[in-house]
């Protein structure tokens, strides 16, 4: 079993930056890969960024791509997600999410191909 923990949500001007962590505790970590998703009231759960555990590769919406970077340290079991250029449309209740198992690259968008949730951080851009 993998317990996941977010934390780094707050408020922020639009223009400004934050960063997410998410630590991971339980099974090791190996070949699967971390997640972020968000969601607001009344929406759909939303992919917003993924890498691989080992090999580092990164995948992206394209609502957020050239603003956030996912990175992860492995000998932490923590994944981070680094948001610039913020916008109020970013404001959502941030979701860590991880897989133990390898997909082929598409099946990282999806949400129901991810195992373990933390509970979630409210992230709140204000204009």
């Known amino acids: 079993q993998v317990q996941l923990v977010e934390s780094g949500g707050g408020l922020v001007q639009a223009g400004g930056s934050l960063t997410l962590s998410c630590a991971a505790s339980?099974?090791?970590?190996?070949?699967?890969?971390m997640g972020w998703f968000r969601q607001t009231s009344g929406k759909e759960r939303e992919f917003v960024a993924a890498?691989?555990?080992?090999?580092?590769?990164?995948f992206y919406a394209d609502s957020v791509k050239g603003r956030f970077t996912i990175s992860r340290d492995r000998a932490r079991d923590t994944v981070y997600l680094q948001m610039n250029i913020l916008k109020p449309e970013d404001t959502a209740v941030y979701y860590c999410?991880?897989?133990?198992?390898?997909?082929?690259?598409?099946?990282?968008?999806?949400?129901?191909?991810?195992?373990?949730w933390g509970q979630g951080t409210q992230v709140t851009v204000s204009s």
């Open positions: 999410a991880a897989t133990l198992r390898y997909y082929s690259d598409s099946y990282y968008y999806n949400q129901y191909r991810y195992d373990y």
């Open positions: 339980g099974r090791t970590l190996s070949s699967g890969a």
């Open positions: 890498i691989t555990w080992n090999g580092g590769r990164t």
